[in-house]
């Protein structure tokens, strides 16, 4: 096992993902994916694309990015151990907002479509575990932006003027 892959084992298994997981499991895991690298303003996935993969932040720092005429706005961040690209991947619908990494060697985590198709059929067990933290994850999008509307609401509309 290379230092690299060692590396990996104890990443994941300082995630959610792993809290089921043996470390057996957790290494077959890491042979289903693949380490990519991006530089400071690399597009991981972008608008209007179906989502052909999912993405562990290993290192650095990425942004979900909205573009409207032109003009982008950052409507959320990923950092380390966070899961990026699940909304896409999941319902197979075109990504409304941008993955880029917003820091240089931005280190990912990524399991391709075909990669999880095998996983689900040879180990159920840790698609499983995947599809819960993907759930997790999802939530916790859901309750940052739902945060960031609230605080914004109250901001634009005062106490009690909704």
Same mark, same amino acid.
Not at 122 to 127: D, G, Q, V
């Given at each position: 096992m290379t230092s690299e892959h060692l590396n990996l084992v104890d990443f994941i298994n300082q995630q959610?993902?792993?809290?089921?997981?043996? %470390?057996k499991e957790v290494q077959t895991f890491i042979d289903y994916t693949e380490v990519v690298v991006y530089?400071?303003?690399?597009?991981?996935? @972008? %608008?209007? #694309?179906?989502? #052909?993969? &999912?993405?562990?932040?290993?290192e650095g720092d990425t942004a979900l990015i909205?573009?409207?005429n032109g003009e982008e706005t950052e409507v959320g961040k990923g950092t380390r151990g966070e899961l990026m690209g699940e909304m896409s991947f999941f319902d197979r619908k075109p990504r409304s907002v941008r993955i880029?990494?917003?820091?240089?060697?931005?280190? &990912? &985590?990524k399991l391709s479509?075909?990669?999880?198709?095998?996983l689900r059929i040879?180990?159920?067990? %840790?698609?499983v575990n &995947?599809?819960?933290?993907?759930?997790?994850?999802? @939530?916790?999008?859901?309750?940052?932006?739902?945060?960031?509307v609230a605080t914004f609401s109250h901001f634009l509309y005062g106490k009690g003027k909704h």
């Open positions: 959610q993902l792993s809290e089921s997981l043996t %470390i530089k400071k303003g690399d597009i991981i996935a @972008d %608008i209007g #694309e179906v989502g #052909e993969a &999912l993405y562990f932040v290993i909205f573009e409207e880029k990494a917003t820091t240089k060697n931005t280190k &990912l &985590l479509r075909k990669m999880y198709t095998r040879e180990h159920p067990y %840790i698609a &995947l599809l819960e933290h993907a759930i997790v994850s999802l @939530d916790h999008l859901f309750r940052r932006v739902s945060s960031d």
